[in-house]
Nanobody, 124 residues
Framework: QLQLVVSGGGSVQPGGSLTLSCVVS????????VGWFRQAPGKEREVVSC????????YYADSVKGRFTISRDNVKNTAFLQMSTLNPEDTAVYYC?????????????????WGQGTQVTVSS
């Protein structure tokens, strides 16, 4: 059974850092592209960062470039999103999603499998 478990959210002050993890089971992560998404209250779910299957090419939303880093450990079947220099606009529920068909970033409906969300709150 394919399962994604997301962890690492929490509350931090502006300028702080968090690392989110997405542990997958039931399949080999290497064959899947991974996307991190977030959804703030009253807003649509948006892509934050993606890492492709195979060559591991990474992509970032303009709003997080230079602050967030996506990575994957195919041995541990885990994807990560390192977030630094967080600001209140980063406050949202963060999700990871995977799909075997995709390369690069795609819109949320294109991803076949989702983990549960984890809340990230940036506030002083």
């Amino acid at each position: 059974q394919l399962q994604l478990v997301v962890s690492g959210g929490g509350s931090v002050q502006p300028g702080g850092s968090l690392t989110l993890s997405c542990v997958v089971s039931g399949f080999t992560l290497d064959y899947f592209s991974v996307g991190w998404f977030r959804q703030a209250p009253g807003k649509e779910r948006e892509v934050v960062s993606c890492i492709s299957r195979g060559d591991g090419s990474s992509y970032y939303a303009d709003s997080v470039k230079g602050r967030f880093t996506i990575s994957r450990d195919n041995v541990k079947n885990t994807a990560f999103l390192q977030m630094s220099t967080l600001n209140p606009e980063d406050t949202a529920v963060y999700y990871c999603a995977v799909d075997q068909r995709l390369y690069g970033c795609s819109a949320p409906p294109m991803y076949g499998f989702w983990g549960q969300g984890t809340q990230v709150t940036v506030s002083s």
